[in-house]
């Protein structure tokens, strides 16, 4: 399990999907792969971050704020 912590990414996932499935359904990927992300089970990918920075309007000064420690 890796050490990240998404509190501030789930918040804002929340504040603009309303939820973990219309989030995940925008991503194309499914909510149990959103959850173990989240959870740290399972690395984002790269271009899932790129697809996520868009989705959530996430300007590039603040992608460290969302996926570092």
């Known amino acids: 399990m890796n ?3 998404y509190s501030e990414l789930h918040g804002k996932i929340i504040g603009t999907y309303g939820t ?3 989030f995940a ?5 499914n909510k149990n792969s959103v959850t173990n992300k989240l959870t740290g ?3 984002w990918k790269d271009p899932e971050i790129t697809k996520i920075c868009t989705l959530l309007s ?9 996926f570092l420690l």
């Open 3 to 5: 050490k990240y912590k």
């Open 20 to 22: 973990l499935a219309n």
């Open 25 to 29: 359904k925008a991503l194309e990927i």
């Open 41 to 43: 089970r399972t690395p």
């Open 58 to 66: 996430i300007p590039p000064s603040d992608v460290a704020i969302y």
